[in-house]
């Protein structure tokens, strides 16, 4: 009876003083837009980009900077209470940004920190900064043109159309996911800065969890093509040749080891082009040879490109190897080696539509 009786006083004095939730105001945090890390001079700095409302309107909405550094990542986080007067709230972050140093040299590391962080959101976006720090990017002075570098940047990532030559699958899960391939492979895109003024283009290409190259944006557009990604807009052959890419297909085969088969399908729509007779088969065929010659140049030098500088970013291994496992297996200790001399063939075919001119397809 007496154990019984301590047991209901101390159920009772923990009901009492043991609370389920601590409550605070959305006003007692300072809420983190964005993360930079950079490694610079052997030591982490993090940049932090904190919201800040003027006049408690949220259309005043500006950020304020911090940076902290030291030779341990989770130190130099955790460090960043000391360099704010309110705690600082990581689970709104929408951008993380890497400088070029660090994705060349300590990014498995960083990954696997915020991977192990609770607080950071798998759907946050993740960019490389060329040939700059991240600090530098949030440190822009523009502050008229990018209040918030962070909202800034994912507004401009959610407009950037598919042919713009921007590789936009850039969430944080994604790259994790394909940086744990541990194989050549595109990750993020590429921020830049030139003038005061933000450029989001291309997209960085890893070797394992380090920085190798960087894809332009007509590399993007090309793999994009060779992927068969479905790409809408409006593309620029020349100044006098313009059209409305309305679907692609593709498929890549190996004809045999040495012999890599792609073939492409681009359906095209000429809606306004007062240079070209529309209503001439012989010039529809002209248009055809035009697109498809250019298109196959373009696909094969920039493979050729990659296959010099022995970056697989097509796929080509794993293609061999999911397809084609006999010829795999005479090549796999040396792929990439083999990789450099396998013969590109591009064959494509251009459907022109006419429907919006001439009122007819062709």
Same mark, same amino acid.
């Given at each position: 009876?007496?154990?019984?009786?301590?047991?209901?006083?101390?159920?009772?004095?923990?009901?009492?003083?043991?609370?389920?939730?601590?409550?605070?105001?959305?006003?007692?945090?300072?809420?983190?837009?964005?993360?930079?890390?950079?490694?610079?001079?052997?030591?982490?700095?993090?940049?932090?980009?904190?919201?800040?409302?003027?006049?408690?309107?949220?259309?005043?909405?500006?950020?304020?900077?911090?940076?902290?550094?030291?030779?341990?990542?989770?130190?130099?986080?955790?460090?960043?209470?000391?360099?704010?007067?309110?705690?600082?709230?990581?689970?709104?972050?929408?951008?993380?940004?890497?400088?070029?140093?660090?994705?060349?040299?300590?990014?498995?590391?960083?990954?696997?920190?915020?991977?192990?962080?609770?607080?950071?959101?798998?759907?946050?976006?993740?960019?490389?900064?060329?040939?700059?720090?991240?600090?530098? *990017?949030?440190?822009?002075? $523009?502050?008229?043109?990018?209040?918030? =570098?962070? @909202?800034?940047?994912? +507004?401009? &990532?959610? %407009?950037?159309?598919?042919?713009?030559?921007?590789?936009?699958?850039?969430?944080?899960?994604?790259?994790?996911?394909?940086?744990?391939?541990?194989?050549?492979?595109?990750?993020?895109?590429?921020?830049?800065?030139?003038?005061?003024?933000?450029?989001?283009?291309?997209?960085?290409?890893?070797?394992?969890?380090?920085?190798?190259?960087?894809?332009?944006?007509?590399?993007?557009?090309?793999?994009?093509?060779?992927?068969?990604?479905?790409?809408?807009?409006?593309?620029?052959?020349?100044?006098?040749?313009?059209?409305?890419?309305?679907?692609?297909?593709?498929?890549?085969?190996?004809?045999?080891?040495?012999?890599?088969?792609?073939? *492409?399908?681009?359906?095209? $729509?000429?809606?306004?082009?007062?240079? =070209?007779? @529309?209503?001439?088969? +012989?010039? &529809?065929? %002209?248009?055809?040879?035009?697109?498809?010659?250019?298109?196959?140049?373009?696909?094969?030098?920039?493979?050729?490109?990659?296959?010099?500088?022995?970056?697989?970013?097509?796929?080509?291994?794993?293609?061999?190897?999911?397809?084609?496992?006999?010829?795999?297996?005479?090549?796999?200790?040396?792929?990439?080696?083999?990789?450099?001399?396998?013969?590109?063939?591009?064959?494509?075919?251009?459907?022109?539509?006419?429907?919006?001119?001439?009122?007819?397809?062709?």
């Amino acid at each position: 009876m007496r154990m019984k009786n301590s047991l209901l006083i101390l159920c009772f004095l923990l009901t009492i003083f043991c609370s389920g939730c601590i409550y605070k105001e959305i006003e007692d945090y300072a809420i983190a837009a964005g993360i930079g890390v950079d490694y610079e001079n052997n030591k982490y700095q993090i940049t932090l980009e904190i919201l800040m409302e003027e006049s408690g309107k949220t259309t005043d909405q500006k950020s304020s900077i911090i940076t902290v550094e030291d030779e341990n990542l989770s130190v130099a986080m955790n460090d960043l209470k000391y360099y704010y007067p309110l705690e600082v709230f990581l689970n709104h972050c929408v951008m993380i940004i890497f400088g070029e140093k660090l994705a060349q040299e300590k990014l498995k590391e960083t990954i696997s920190y915020f991977v192990s962080n609770p607080h950071i959101r798998s759907s946050v976006y993740t960019m490389v900064a060329k040939e700059k720090t991240a600090k530098e *990017i949030f440190e822009l002075k $523009n502050k008229d043109a990018y209040p918030i =570098i962070s @909202l800034s940047l994912l +507004e401009s &990532i959610n %407009k950037v159309p598919t042919i713009a030559g921007v590789w936009a699958i850039d969430r944080f899960h994604h790259s994790v996911n394909m940086l744990l391939m541990d194989k050549i492979s595109l990750v993020m895109p590429i921020v830049t800065l030139e003038e005061d003024k933000l450029y989001i283009d291309g997209g960085a290409i890893f070797d394992g969890y380090k920085l190798a190259a960087y894809a332009d944006a007509l590399d993007i557009i090309v793999l994009q093509l060779i992927w068969g990604f479905d790409i809408k807009g409006t593309a620029h052959l020349s100044d006098e040749l313009t059209f409305e890419i309305e679907r692609i297909s593709s498929d890549l085969k190996y004809e045999n080891i040495n012999k890599l088969n792609v073939d *492409i399908g681009i359906d095209v $729509n000429f809606m306004d082009n007062t240079n =070209i007779d @529309l209503e001439s088969a +012989e010039a &529809i065929r %002209k248009l055809q040879l035009k697109i498809k010659t250019e298109i196959e140049k373009v696909v094969i030098d920039t493979i050729k490109k990659y296959q010099s500088d022995g970056l697989d970013v097509i796929g080509c291994e794993f293609l061999m190897y999911r397809k084609n496992g006999s010829f795999y297996r005479k090549v796999e200790d040396n792929f990439l080696e083999h990789f450099k001399n396998i013969e590109i063939v591009c064959n494509t075919n251009v459907n022109i539509r006419t429907s919006g001119v001439t009122g007819r397809g062709m």
